[in-house]
Nanobody, 122 residues
Framework: VQLQASGGGLVQAGGSLRLPCAAS????????MGWFRQAPGKERDFVAA????????RYADSVKGRFTISRDNAKNTVYLQMNSLNPEDTAVYYC????????????????WGQGTLVTVSS
């Protein structure tokens, strides 16, 4: 499966962005999906994950209450809604797919997309 993340850009602190991750090659309706981010000079970190049906979600503490992960299996797409952005959210954001939500949270993903850059200005 190929994953294509998009929607990144420059936004002011306090603003919002919605990142879609479109999958192609096969359906992702049975995959757990996740978002990760890598800030300049730092390691890639877990952001959010969602189970295959959308009924289970997990978030990093740093984004709880601000970010929401969702999926539309009919469109083969996963989304990350980011609200109340702050400069510490500046990073390249990656989407990923794996067989279980626990595995996705741990970074054990089978597929990774290319990243999309989010820059939050103060």
């Amino acid at each position: 499966v190929q994953l294509q993340a998009s929607g990144g850009g420059l936004v002011q602190a306090g603003g919002s962005l919605r990142l879609p991750c479109a999958a192609s090659g096969r359906t992702i309706s049975t995959d757990a999906m996740g978002w990760f981010r890598q800030a300049p000079g730092k390691e890639r970190d877990f952001v959010a994950a969602i189970g295959w049906s959308g009924g289970i979600t997990r978030y990093a503490d740093s984004v709880k209450g601000r970010f929401t992960i969702s999926r539309d299996n009919a469109k083969n797409t996963v989304y990350l809604q980011m609200n109340s952005l702050n400069p510490e959210d500046t990073a390249v954001y990656y989407c990923a797919a794996g067989p279980s939500i626990q595995g996705v949270v741990a970074g054990r993903n089978d597929y990774w997309g290319q990243g999309t850059l989010v820059t939050v200005s103060s």
